[in-house]
């Protein structure tokens, strides 16, 4: 049978990434959305935060975390 529960890494890394965007993302959102702009610097930290690079494997600095 098939478990669609989320494990143990994945929930922490759900509200890890909750608070990441509580933070980060929504205090410049509707600012970016007005001026049409791209959010390099919410980018920079969410690459940082391992939240972009997620399925790249820890050697070549990524979280090495699956889908």
């Known amino acids: 049978m098939i478990a669609f529960e989320l494990s143990d890494e994945q929930q922490a ?9 509580a933070r980060e993302m929504v205090p ?9 702009t791209f959010p390099h610097a919410v980018m920079a930290k969410a690459f940082e935060a391992g939240f972009l690079n ?12 699956g889908c």
């Open 54 to 65: 997620c399925r790249v494997p820890a050697e070549y600095g990524g979280a090495g975390i």
């Open 13 to 21: 890394l759900r509200e890890s990434a909750r608070r990441f965007a």
């Open 28 to 36: 410049v959102a509707a600012e970016h959305d007005a001026a049409g």
